[in-house]
Nanobody, 118 residues
Framework: QVQFVESGGGLVQPGGSLRLSCAASGFTFSSSFMSWYRQALGKERELVTSVDGTGGITHYANSVKGRFTISRDNFKNEVYLQMNGLKPEDTAVYYC???????????WGQGTQVSVSS
């Protein structure tokens, strides 16, 4: 079955950095677009960024462009999110899933909490 396991979140001060990881299984990872989503308290889940199977095509939400970088390791079936210049509005639970603009699977992981506060 499809499974996503996110990790790497934490509490960081504004301007700080975090690197999130997501281990995926149960589908053909190397040929799949992979994406990161986030859901802030009381808000809808939103797409943050996505990357194609080769790592050469990426998409970023305007709110994170220039600060976040998505990457992947097809040997490990993992996708990463390097977050720099974190802002309080980046506070959310972060999830990964397959797909470019729409999540392909309903089996979401537990997510990883990112909190940005002084």
């Amino acid at each position: 079955q499809v499974q996503f396991v996110e990790s790497g979140g934490g509490l960081v001060q504004p301007g700080g950095s975090l690197r999130l990881s997501c281990a995926a299984s149960g589908f053909t990872f190397s040929s799949s677009f992979m994406s990161w989503y986030r859901q802030a308290l009381g808000k809808e889940r939103e797409l943050v960024t996505s990357v194609d199977g080769t790592g050469g095509i990426t998409h970023y939400a305007n709110s994170v462009k220039g600060r976040f970088t998505i990457s992947r390791d097809n040997f490990k079936n993992e996708v990463y999110l390097q977050m720099n210049g974190l802002k309080p509005e980046d506070t959310a639970v972060y999830y990964c899933n397959a797909g470019r603009y729409i999540a392909l699977y309903n089996s979401w992981g537990q997510g990883t909490q990112v909190s940005v506060s002084s």
